[in-house]
């Protein structure tokens, strides 16, 4: 269907708006990002917004290198996504619902990136909870309501998290966690930093707490590219960095990210849902971000986050032009041969999951590499390294199975409605991932040559061709097994087949495990309101509990009442007794 330019324009150009003002801004913060790291500037701002007596409120932003280039990649994203939105939801009728959503979103951001001070910071982190919330429901479905669910009661545990973290800060005299972890040690600080760990862990989907970023791809594809890269997920991430000081080295949040990151990688290779494959890379990457936290490379953790958010968030529009283009079909085995169709989103979805595997020269291989050096170099044990490594190789399998499933494999039953020169609408969605390809390509060696002190890391020949051939014989096990299509086929031998594969598919039983978890303890709650509430309190509580102490003071009534008969009675019983006695 092809809709003329001034139609086009005319339905829904607020998008275009919108996005351009995020564009601004994005290109203001980033130059004065290189002013702040150039002239190593820290700037802080208070605002007093209240004071009375010995009262004062007081909200503090944090400005430097890190928040501003932080701002500017989330604004960049947002102003694609918008841009891209206008053609992937064009015809929907709440299309300004979604903008202010969105805009509500990067609002939220804002205010947790740029504040030093609990209080504002739970300001932001709320927002993301509750705005998350409101875009994975978007399509007010079944389907959509539960995963918003899901995705809202998960997030709640780090806002308690939070708040709990906010009243034990009454300690130390201070919200301002930006001056307290240089004033007192890790230890004074032991149960904020756990705290805080626990809340990085539910918003970031770190295991147990995985369940929901899968589920909550139900929501539109430009809200999966912007808050399932850039924002939601990564902001446990930012507020770990901030806390680098107290973490530390920390071996617990290691053990966690580590099975998160096998989990996540694992799993992805026995997903059809093309959004749920790249979800669960989303996973594996967070993994990754928090093993460089676990073992104090904030540096490089930050660096990684960078670079992933560019090349997720185009990963996801190009799926989402996939899935759009077919039908709105997602499984992945009814999209054979798809680059007869598409060769330029082609050319994007082949570089952005290079740059996830980390192929040289791209944004990927830059962080990826220094991550796994700076690891290779220090003391961890063999289980560590053994992880480590599968939980990369497995980043390689997965995407070769989703360049088998989509590229070789033949078409099923969907076909293709347009191509990506048949309306103006399509070459809409090009521009935003043509942005976002050329950003995802240099950024990591800009970064690099920017940013990264020049540094020299000398590996044994053991450690380097561990790697090399770890990646060749993935590979080729990928491609003899055609993406583990007939992968089933070498596993028949072995009797719980299905079972491991069940288990390995539902990301080891949490998809399972966490949303059964509040269902359990809502309906304890509803057995003990019906049991409690409407049973016996309503016979030992409440009326019935006074009906019955009404009763029991009838009858002293009945005794303090003295007559002539009560008084007979009362001297036989006396006479009784003494004559017993």
Not at 409 to 431: G, H, I, Q
Request: proline share 2%.
């Amino acid at each position: 269907m092809i809709i003329s330019l001034n139609k086009l324009t005319f339905l829904n150009s607020s998008s275009f708006i919108y996005s351009s003002m995020l564009l601004v801004f994005s290109i203001l913060s980033f130059f004065a990002s290189l002013k702040f790291y150039l002239q190593d500037l820290v700037i802080f701002i208070e605002w007093e917004i209240y004071f009375v007596a010995s009262i004062n409120i007081v909200y503090t932003i944090l400005l430097d290198w890190m928040s501003l280039s932080f701002i500017s990649v989330v604004m960049f994203i947002s102003s694609m996504v918008l841009l891209y939105s206008f053609s992937y939801l064009y015809g929907d009728l709440t299309f300004n619902r979604f903008i202010i959503l969105v805009y509500l979103f990067v609002l939220s951001m804002i205010f947790m990136v740029m504040s030093p001070n609990m209080v504002s910071i739970l300001l932001g982190w709320d927002g993301l909870g509750l705005v998350s919330y409101a875009l994975v429901i978007y399509y007010q479905n079944i389907k959509s309501a539960s995963a918003g669910m899901i995705t809202v009661l998960s997030n709640r545990i780090g806002d308690v998290a939070i708040l709990v973290s906010i009243s034990w800060m009454f300690n130390f005299g201070s919200w301002d966690f930006f001056y307290l972890q240089e004033v007192f040690s890790s230890k004074d600080l032991f149960l904020v930093s756990s705290l805080v760990i626990l809340a990085a862990m539910t918003k970031s989907a770190q295991i147990p707490f995985s369940a929901w970023l899968p589920a909550a791809m139900a929501a539109p594809t430009p809200v999966s590219s912007l808050v399932h890269s850039s924002t939601l997920v990564t902001a446990g991430v930012y507020l770990l960095i901030r806390f680098n000081e107290v973490l530390g080295v920390n071996f617990f949040l290691l053990l966690v990210a580590t099975l998160t990151l096998l989990m996540s990688g694992w799993g992805a290779n026995f997903e059809f849902d093309l959004k749920k494959i790249i979800a669960l890379s989303t996973l594996s990457q967070l993994g990754m971000m928090m093993l460089v936290l676990s073992i104090g490379l904030y540096e490089l953790a930050y660096f990684h986050l960078i670079s992933h958010a560019l090349f997720k968030s185009l990963l996801f529009l190009c799926a989402g032009f996939f899935i759009h283009s077919n039908l709105d079909c997602q499984d992945i085995r009814f999209m054979g041969k798809i680059y007869l169709s598409f060769p330029v989103t082609n050319l994007y979805f082949v570089g952005s999951s290079l740059s996830l595997c980390g192929f040289p020269f791209l944004a990927g291989f830059y962080s990826k590499d220094l991550i796994l050096e700076s690891f290779f170099f220090s003391s961890l044990n063999f289980f560590i390294y053994f992880m480590l490594l599968m939980g990369t190789m497995f980043t390689i399998t997965y995407s070769l199975r989703l360049f088998y499933y989509i590229y070789i494999k033949s078409f099923k039953n969907v076909k293709t409605n347009f191509s990506e020169t048949s309306s103006l609408l399509s070459l809409v969605m090009l521009l935003p991932m043509s942005f976002l390809f050329v950003f995802s390509v240099i950024i990591g060696s800009w970064f690099t040559w920017n940013f990264t002190p020049p540094f020299f890391i000398y590996l044994p020949m053991f450690v380097k061709l561990t790697v090399l051939v770890g990646m060749l014989l993935i590979t080729g096990f990928v491609l003899s097994t055609k993406g583990l299509y007939k992968l089933s086929y070498y596993w028949l031998k072995f009797k719980f087949t299905s079972v491991f594969k069940w288990f390995v598919g539902q990301m080891w039983f949490l998809a399972f495990v966490t949303p059964l978890m509040p269902v359990k303890i809502l309906t304890q709650g509803g057995s003990a309101a019906k049991f409690m509430d409407n049973g016996w309190l309503e016979i030992f509580g409440g009326q019935g509990g006074m009906k019955y102490i009404m009763m029991l003071a009838g009858v002293v009534d009945k005794w303090s009442f003295l007559n002539f008969k009560s008084f007979i009675f009362m001297l036989f019983l006396v006479m009784i007794f003494i004559s017993v006695v």
